[in-house]
């Protein structure tokens, strides 16, 4: 399979040199492991989706340890929460031996508590996504669009992408999923995520969901955080400072990759998103989920926000940079009105940055204000 250079190369080497345990989390298939067999071929590699190293490890831990016991790649390790034990051993009896191990996951939820019990201070984290707009070849960035960035599917120019999808949810469910948590009814979750899918880019009704599931509140908290934990969804929370009470609170909901979006809604076409129900909404999951794996392969450690008031003021996006703020209005249309800005000139400071990205040219607009098509902002 052809590689894709990846934007995050260069923060894993100087992590690989700042700390003894690296691990990258991200979600099945998009392309932890590929990334570090091509980058780091003197590492041994040892996969835990393999059932012979599971068992290795759990019969004879140190044994194992002693086998794998120096630049090592352990991929998959939340299939053996125990080994993070061993490897806190192994790495305090050569604290600067940097580099030493390499763990990738994907599993967020358990591998950052793991961490926290027994690598805090040992390890630095990175996080993979699929490919952002930067690293995908031109030919294939607008189909991207609705049909996703999974490196493999890129590869291939999307063939067979209608038969991807199926086999990729069925293995997150039966891996993933059940590895995590006893979600009880399997075909109630399904439905769920079904559910999310045809709601992406709306605030998070937990009652509506419910109701419509015939489902309990709690469980669908459990199974939001469950989407989470495995990287399948994400929750972009509102954004307070100085604007007060009149913020509505409920997060909005996303998913990492828009290819699953339309696999669980039935998108099989470039018209039939471009002309569809959905073609606003899955636009702005796009742009919203390629910025937010701009700042993550970047190390930039901004933070995502939406605003919105109760009188129905809305700002789709704030990436709050600590020293400044974006603040950016998407449009799927190609058209400038000057009333697509009336939000963002409402609630911006002369400090921050303001951008409409859309789908048409570039316009001189206003000194803090930039009008621009959306992949000049991707490509900054």
Same mark, same amino acid.
């Given at each position: 399979?052809?590689? @894709? ?60 340890m002693q086998a ?17 034990? !061993? ?17 990738? *996951? ?20 990175l996080t993979l996504?699929?490919?952002?707009? #930067? ?12 049909k996703g960035a ?14 991807? %999808?199926?086999? !990729? @949810?069925?293995? %997150? ?10 979600? *009880? ?10 559910? #999310? ?11 509506? %969901? ?28 509102? /954004? ?13 909901? /996303? ?24 073609? *606003?909404?899955?636009?702005?999951? !796009? ?25 129905? #003021? ?21 058209? @400038? ?17 303001? %951008?409409?990205?859309?789908? *048409? ?12 098509? !959306? ?6």
């Amino acid at each position: 399979m052809a590689y @894709f250079p990846r934007i995050i190369e260069p923060h894993l080497t100087r992590y690989l040199q700042a700390f003894p345990v690296v691990a990258i989390t991200g979600p099945r298939q998009s392309g932890k492991s590929t990334l570090l067999q091509h980058m780091f071929k003197d590492y041994t590699y040892i996969t835990f989706d393999d059932p012979k190293n599971i068992e290795y490890f759990e019969t004879d831990p140190d044994g194992f340890m002693q086998a794998y016991a120096d630049h090592v790649i352990f991929d998959e390790v939340q299939h053996v929460p125990d080994l993070f034990h !061993y490897l806190k051993i192994a790495v305090d009896k050569e604290r600067k031996n940097y580099g030493k191990f390499i763990l990738t *996951g994907s599993s967020q939820l358990l591998l950052l508590e793991k961490i926290s019990e027994s690598l805090a201070g040992r390890i630095g984290l990175l996080t993979l996504l699929p490919l952002q707009y #930067a690293e995908i070849p031109v030919g294939l960035s607008s189909e991207s669009i609705y049909k996703g960035a999974y490196p493999e599917l890129v590869a291939r120019q999307y063939r067979d992408s209608e038969l991807w %999808y199926p086999a !990729y @949810f069925d293995t %997150y469910i039966n891996k993933d999923v059940r590895s995590l948590s006893n979600i *009880g009814n399997l075909r109630d979750f399904r439905r769920f995520i079904s559910l #999310a899918a045809a709601n992406v880019s709306q605030t998070l009704d937990l009652s509506s %969901y419910a109701k419509e599931l015939g489902i309990s509140v709690p469980t669908v908290k459990r199974w939001i955080s469950l989407l989470e934990a495995s990287y399948i969804i994400f929750l972009l929370p509102p /954004y307070y400072k100085n604007f007060g009470k009149r913020i509505i609170k409920s997060p909005k909901l /996303y998913f990492y990759d828009t290819g699953l979006v339309s696999y669980l809604t039935g998108i099989k076409t470039w018209d039939q998103y471009d002309k569809g129900p959905m073609a *606003g909404s899955l636009f702005e999951n !796009y742009l919203i989920a390629e910025i937010l794996k701009k700042e993550l392969h970047n190390k930039t450690d901004a933070e995502l926000f939406y605003l919105r008031t109760s009188d129905k #003021a809305e700002i789709d996006l704030i990436v709050d940079k600590k020293q400044t703020r974006d603040f950016i209005e998407i449009k799927k249309s190609a058209t @400038f009105t000057p009333r697509m800005l009336h939000t963002l000139e409402k609630f911006m400071t002369d400090k921050d940055q303001g %951008y409409l990205l859309y789908n *048409g040219d570039a316009i001189p607009y206003h000194q803090n204000i930039r009008v621009i098509h !959306y992949t000049t902002y991707l490509r900054e």
